[in-house]
């Protein structure tokens, strides 16, 4: 059975959720494409090392309430894949959250881990952002070496994916040694927010060696560009720097 979307409603902000209290998305009524909760603000880090593609597409695996994808439709010329396992949530969104109808965004009703595992994909989003979580909202639903192998695959010759982990979570241990796996140790990690989720941040190419200096630089573009902490974020990772130089 799907998880049946239901709403609620506070301060001017809609909520999404599967039937229990948890929170599976969220909308500002008046702004929706802003980014309202932090995790999915953090889920965007990708832009302190790409830009948005020209030739692939982001990918999105789990629609939620369409936040991430109102936010780089408007923000971004890119081409969007989403693909979501709920065949309700689409219309949920059209109809509660405001997901407009775009020739850039395409909506696969698939279980991500057969998607991600299609051979003629490889290569096709060098941009995913996963964020897989069912109605308990306990830890991601696809964490195999195996989904995470083919997530990397999709990426091709040089991409980036973020996850949203539980960082409190029994799951968490096992998620970050099977990304950790599949990336070949190429993984970096955002603090823990208040409300318990921590994103991973993985990588395919070559390795990557980033001056703290450009790094910050990169981090002002964003901020400026798109109205995301990105500051915040590159101090962060720039705890895990050696010699001024931050390499995964």
Request: glycine content about 8%; proline content about 6%.
């Amino acid at each position: 059975m799907y998880d049946d979307p239901t709403l609620s409603e506070q301060d001017g902000i809609r909520y999404l959720h599967f039937g229990t209290e948890w929170i599976q998305g969220a909308m500002a009524v008046d702004s929706p494409a802003e980014l309202v909760l932090e995790y999915t603000r953090q889920m965007m880090a990708w832009l302190l090392f790409l830009e948005p593609p020209r030739d692939g597409a982001i990918g999105q695996l789990g629609l939620g309430a369409g936040s991430l994808t109102r936010f780089c439709l408007k923000k971004t010329r890119s081409r969007l894949t989403v693909v979501e396992w709920n065949r309700m949530l689409p219309m949920m969104c059209s109809l509660y959250f405001r997901l407009p109808a775009n020739a850039r965004l395409q909506i696969e009703i698939e279980d991500a881990q057969d998607w991600v595992a299609e051979p003629q994909l490889a290569g096709s989003c060098p941009i995913l952002m996963v964020d897989l979580y069912d109605a308990d909202a306990q830890g991601p639903v696809r964490d195999s070496v195996e989904f995470y192998g083919n997530c990397r695959r999709i990426l091709g010759d040089t991409g980036v994916l973020t996850v949203n982990l539980f960082g409190a979570h029994e799951s968490f241990a096992p998620n970050i040694a099977n990304l950790k796996a599949a990336f070949d140790g190429r993984l970096l990690l955002l603090p823990e927010i208040d409300a318990g989720n921590r994103i991973a941040i993985a990588f395919s190419g070559p390795p990557l060696a980033v001056e703290a200096q450009r790094l910050l630089a990169r981090a002002e573009v964003v901020e400026s560009r798109y109205g995301l902490p990105a500051r915040r974020w590159a101090r962060s990772l720039l705890s895990e720097a050696q010699d001024g130089i931050l390499r995964v």
